[in-house]
């Protein structure tokens, strides 16, 4: 497991989104990526780092499971910021999922699901990099109130950047619309977060706004943003 190196830098909590971004940049080089899965953060960072001309490699997190809606978002994003891609991390097809571990395990244990769809690319997708920048911010939800803007993975061996974790949605929300950025057309409709399509639920009003993922279930993450021992699949099922 690596051993997290020194913070380089210890003003990083008082940095905008924006310097964030140069500062990573700067530390990390060709060894800093940026994850999406087409949800507003990414709408608003693909936005950030392209008016900064920052040549920041992303990588996409496909399940294989989202919503129409997400891909034609990933779609408009690339076309509008002429977007390169990397290669997706492989992921298993849903139908070998279903042969291997039974059908719909989203339903079943989601956080298997999870691991295989998610964890598992991740930390295959990671590998080449130190850095990784994630959209995640501290009000979505409890597990989230206390993330620092850059921490160090156990599991990914790499620093995490989260240069939106101090926004919230309402300045989320006003950084798209001034700059008119294409964002996922779900969230108009009650969808404050987007996962994949069995797993999402709109939410109400008076809701936290990941209320509608994994539903029914009292499951908060999905996984990647954890460093709990990576379950593997014989112990799963000992």
């Known amino acids: 497991m690596a051993t997290a190196p020194p913070l380089p830098d210890q003003h990083l909590e008082e940095m905008s989104a924006e310097e964030l971004l140069r500062w990573a940049h700067s530390e990390y080089g060709e060894k800093l990526s940026l994850t999406c899965s087409w949800q507003k953060q990414s709408s608003v960072l693909v936005h950030m780092v392209s008016e900064l ?6 990588v996409e997190l496909d399940t294989h499971l989202f919503f129409r809606e997400t891909y034609d978002t990933r779609d408009r994003l690339v076309e509008r910021y002429g977007l390169s891609l990397l290669p997706p991390p492989p992921v298993i097809t849903v139908a070998e999922q279903h042969r291997r571990e ?8 989601p956080d298997r699901c999870c691991h295989i769809r998610k964890v598992e690319p991740l930390l295959e997708a990671l590998k080449p990099y130190d850095a ?3 959209g995640i911010r ?3 939800s409890p597990s989230r109130a206390t993330t620092p803007k850059v921490q160090w993975s156990e599991r990914y061996g ?3 950047i989260h240069p939106l974790v101090d926004w919230d949605e309402q300045k989320v929300w006003l950084y798209i619309h001034v700059n008119e950025i294409p964002f996922n057309p779900l969230h108009e409709g009650g969808y404050r977060s987007i996962g994949c399509m069995p797993c999402t639920r709109p939410v109400n009003p008076d809701e936290e706004e990941r209320a509608g993922r994994w539903a ?13 021992p990576i379950i593997d699949a014989k112990e799963r099922h000992a």
């Open 53 to 58: 001309g920052l040549d920041i490699p992303i």
């Open 102 to 109: 039974g059908p719909n395990l989203w339903e079943r244990d």
């Open 132 to 134: 990784w920048i994630s």
């Open 138 to 140: 501290r009000d979505q």
């Open 158 to 160: 790499v620093w995490k």
């Open 216 to 228: 029914g279930s009292d499951k908060l993450e999905c996984g990647i943003h954890g460093d709990t």
